[in-house]
């Protein structure tokens, strides 16, 4: 069984890896949390992702999904895929 990758968006600005995995935590194992920066700034951009068991990531998605995180309520749902090449404009 692998791994369900969580997208997580709306994060306060200084949300860090800690807290964000601890957050989740609550509801099973975490595997991977990588919150996204800004590539010229270094910055944080409000949003990451967290890998999961998938039964503890369906938990945290009802759990935490649209509830308070630092003064701010969470997105939180399965990621999709990224499309490969293409433009984003």
Partial sequence: MSNKRLYVG???FDATTEGVRTAFE???TVHDVSLVTDR??????GFGFIEMDP?????AIE???NK???GRDLTVNE???R???GSRG
Avoid: I, M, V
């Fill in 79 to 81: 990621a999709r895929e």
């Fill in 10 to 12: 709306n994060l306060p």
């Fill in 26 to 28: 609550a509801f099973g």
């Fill in 68 to 70: 308070d995180f630092g």
């Fill in 40 to 45: 010229d700034t270094g910055r944080p951009r």
């Fill in 63 to 65: 759990g935490l999904n």
């Fill in 55 to 59: 039964q503890a990531a369906s938990a």
């Fill in 83 to 85: 499309n490969s090449g």
